[in-house]
């Protein structure tokens, strides 16, 4: 779940890019109707929130189960490295 969170934050990311490039591109010939353009990046943005926010809540120790507020090598609750899920 977490890789097809990611692949969907990117292809939300790069669909916003060129979204907003196309409304730049209408907006330069002066064609001011960009109302479907701005519901896409509307939708590209949500897309964007929701998927770091559940990138953010699905970062869990594998050992204690406690959210990790960054990232690192080791948990910062119970100390164990976190690449590993091997018993002591």
Sequence with gaps: M????FWLLV?????FVIDWGVVGLKLLSGEYDITVG???GLACWIVIIVSFIFRRFSNRCPHCGKYQSGVGK???HCGRELGSSKGD
């Design 11 to 15: 292809t939300a990311a790069a669909v």
């Design 38 to 40: 701005a519901y896409i």
């Design 2 to 5: 977490k890789r097809f969170m």
């Design 74 to 76: 080791y948990c910062t």
